[in-house]
């Protein structure tokens, strides 16, 4: 099974200000996927971000707002960009499964607090 | 639009009771998942179902997938306090690992 790491776990930010998740896993993949979860609500996808490549957005989430970065192909990281206390969420970081493999794994989330 | 839809959204229990909570989706999917969150934390895998009549069981919970009727279901047997959390199914959007996820199921269990 893939290990996923992101940082920061956890941050209180200021409003207007913005923050970058880092999202690291221990095996090459081709594709990472960024999810939200409002508090108190289901997850929902934010964007895929594929190496070599921009992000593909879902409805609902632009570039400007939650820039990503796909360096390589054990790394990503997603801006959440000009915050306001409606960005306040967990953020996690979900990776493709190998062939063979039938799981969804997900890192241990950042929660973020707008204030 | 693949939409997924879980019944009840909160329960509350007795230990010792049965209950089985539903997934219900729109479309065609090639993978559904089971998750629990407890609080502030992040997804737990539990089980991962494939194919038509799949059925996987862990401990005290059991789930099962029609693929036909569109429908799995988590069923939780003689509950315990330790399965308090939140349960979310999610389905595969289209086989490209894109995951839709269920509302969530907030599952107490009283003493």
Redesign the interface.
Known sequence: SAVISQKPSRDICQRGTSLTIQCQVDSQVTMMFWYRQQPGQSLTLIATANQGSEATYESGFVIDKFPISRPNLTFSTLTVSNMSPEDSSIYLCSVEVPPGVAEAFFGQGTRLTVV | ELKVEQNPLFLSMQEGKNYTIYCNYSTTSD?L?WYRQDP????E?LF?L?SNGAVKQEGRLMASLDTKARLSTLHITAAVHDLSATY?C?V?RWGA????????TRLTINP
Do not use: E, N
């Open positions: 993978r998942y502030g934390k992040s997804l895998s991962v494939l979310f999610a595969d690992q894109k995951l839709v996820f269920g509302q969530g």
